[in-house]
């Protein structure tokens, strides 16, 4: 069996409308979960005693992360095949290159998905380093976003649909990363814990609240970054780098508020 053979039912229509669908409803599940969790979940939990807390935690949770890290996985798995096929492995981007771009800037594909690696470790940094500064952590990581959609805008000529759609798979690949590497990793400690009548660690609870609601903040942008670009609202945009910037931040402030509006919300 060829490469091709492997490839070509991939990017067929068929094969994208496929993982399209995957796609999407894998997302569902990740940010209805991750919705849940911080603005439901949150002022619910501090409501429960020790010995409530002791019976629901063990039992709710591991299900509810179950979907949550698995919807996270195939989310971020279905949306680089998609990358892949329609912007690498096909004629998509070279053909989009805009005019005054050498079309051997193509070439320079692998340095674009190498970004979104590499933007995950500054992410990381970033969130060590500013664990106390929420906005000013946001910010930080919003220009790093910028920047890495102004380099493959002027440098390697992507269109701007892809200029957006490669500063959402930044922020996904970096929501995904959250998921597995620090998230679940805490979680299964502070359940443990809880399980066994014990105070989890002060440090990974703050460490788990706090990326969960970094990947809050980052999913309202990146629903518009993901589900948008075919609008000619955002292919039509000269400087998409300037428009990515400019939904962060708007994403940043709705998202703000919901977060004020969920703290109100009182059970019976």
Not at 196 to 216: F, I
Not at 230 to 253: D, E
């Amino acid at each position: 069996m060829d490469f091709d053979s492997i490839i070509d039912p991939l990017k067929s229509d068929h094969g994208q409308i496929i993982f399209r669908w995957f796609h999407i409803t894998a997302g569902v599940i990740w940010i209805v979960l991750l919705y849940f969790f911080n603005w439901v979940n949150s002022a619910f939990a501090p409501t429960m005693d020790g010995d409530t807390k002791k019976k629901v935690v063990p039992e709710l949770m591991p299900r509810a992360l179950f979907w949550f890290r698995w919807g996270a996985a195939w989310t971020w798995i279905t949306g680089m095949i998609l990358l892949i096929t329609q912007y690498y492995i096909g004629d998509y981007l070279q053909n989009a290159l805009r005019d005054d771009v050498d079309p051997t800037a193509a070439s320079s594909w692998g340095l674009a998905l190498a970004g979104l690696v590499v933007g995950f470790l500054i992410y990381d940094i970033l969130s060590k380093q500013l664990s106390g500064k929420l906005w000013v952590n946001l910010i930080a990581w919003g220009a790093v976003v910028c920047a890495y959609g102004w380099y493959i805008d002027s440098a390697l000529g992507f269109p701007a649909r892809g200029v957006v759609i490669h500063c959402g798979s930044m922020f996904g690949t970096a929501m995904a990363a959250n998921v597995w590497m620090r998230i679940w990793p805490a979680q299964k400690r502070i359940i443990s814990a809880i399980k066994a009548g014990e105070a989890p660690d002060g440090a990974d609870v703050a460490m788990a609240g706090l990326r969960s609601k970094h990947n809050t903040f980052m999913s309202v942008p990146l629903l518009l970054f993901m589900l948008g670009p075919g609008q000619a609202a955002i292919t039509g945009v000269s400087q998409p780098w300037l428009f990515v910037a400019f939904i962060m931040l708007v994403g940043f402030l709705v998202t703000q508020r919901l977060y004020n509006v969920a703290a109100k919300v009182e059970g019976f």
